[in-house]
Structure formats: structure tokens, C-alpha cells
């Protein structure tokens, strides 16, 4: 089930749901634990690919490379250019580089009309449920916290550096 909570948009005042996020992040922990039950590996085994996977996805951006990972989706860089441009194409520089995005785009699956039938990650049975609005003070996020540990002391709890554990 995945929940929504009611917000006003500032420049319509019109009201829309928008998606909320309950409690702390999932961890990497609890991500490996997971895949270890689902599959023949140990959990630090997949501990261990878990948290080189960052890495290696890394390295291969850096040198000019799309990840595409099967069921999960395509990572990609964008740039946040500084100013309004440059008026020939012999002035662009990577002086204007201000900032470098990772993008993600989900996997996707179309049928025979290429109409998309499957959307990596996003159920087609995803139950929407209006969020109690009683919920304490920080249990919520609507998920742009950049980092935040919503609900959460942003430690994680019995999280241990070592894969193996």
C-alpha cells in the first residue's frame, strides 16, 4: 500500500495528492537481507555487491556511459549549466559545468501496440490510501528531504560497517 497526503499548490490553490513517505529510508541491511532470502546467496554476500554497486555504476558514468540495470531501470548523468548559455557553439566549455545529476528512468515493459504494460518498481495494483493526519511530528516525509532520515535519528539501527555481518 502506498499512502498520499492532501496539498494545496501555492500558485493555483488548487488541491492534489501527493505521495508521503512513512518512517526511515529502507537500508542497504534490510535491502540484502531481503535479496538473500529471494535468492541462493548469503545476505554478506549481497551486502557486499550492494555496497560496491554505487562504485562501479560511478566509474562507468564517468566515462561517458549509461547503466542499464535489468528490472530496475537506466541511470544516466545530466549537467546544470551556470548562465544563460553561449552564443556560438565554439564557446561551450566545461567551464560552465555547475553541477553534475544522476537521472534515473525505470525499466519499462510495452506489448504489441507499444502501449506500456509494466513499469519496473511500480506495481499496477498500487493501493493509494489517504495518510492519517494524526501520524506524530516527523513520522512523514514527502520524500524531497535530500538525505534526511524522516521519523528517524538518521542512525541506523544495529547498521555495522562490515558486509560479512
Known amino acids: 500500500m502506498a499512502y498520499y497526503k492532501k496539498q494545496q499548490l501555492k500558485s ?19 535491502v540484502a537481507k531481503r535479496l538473500a532470502d529471494l ?15 554505487g562504485g562501479v555504476m560511478g566509474d562507468y558514468m564517468n566515462s561517458g556511459r549509461t547503466v542499464k540495470l535489468d528490472g530496475v531501470g537506466t541511470f544516466y548523468y545530466t549537467i546544470d549549466a551556470s548562465g544563460n548559455g553561449v552564443d556560438t557553439p565554439d ?11 544522476v537521472r534515473f528512468i525505470p525499466e519499462v515493459s510495452r506489448g504489441a501496440g507499444n502501449e ?16 492519517d ?3 506524530p511530528a516527523g513520522a512523514v516525509s514527502d520524500g524531497e528531504g535530500g538525505g534526511t532520515t ?10 555495522t560497517d562490515d558486509p560479512l555481518a
Open 116 to 131: 506500456v504494460t509494466t513499469r519496473s518498481m511500480v506495481s499496477s495494483s498500487t493501493f493509494w490510501e489517504l495518510l
Open 150 to 159: 524522516p521519523g528517524g535519528t538518521g542512525e541506523d539501527d544495529e547498521e
Open 133 to 135: 493526519e494524526d501520524l
Open 91 to 101: 564557446e561551450v566549455s566545461a567551464k560552465q559545468v555547475k553541477g553534475t545529476r
Open 12 to 30: 493555483n490553490k488548487k488541491w492534489y495528492p501527493k505521495a508521503a513517505i512513512i518512517g526511515k529510508p529502507v537500508t542497504t541491511k534490510e
Open 39 to 53: 535468492s541462493s546467496l548469503s545476505t554478506g554476500d549481497v551486502r557486499s555487491v550492494l555496497d560496491l554497486l
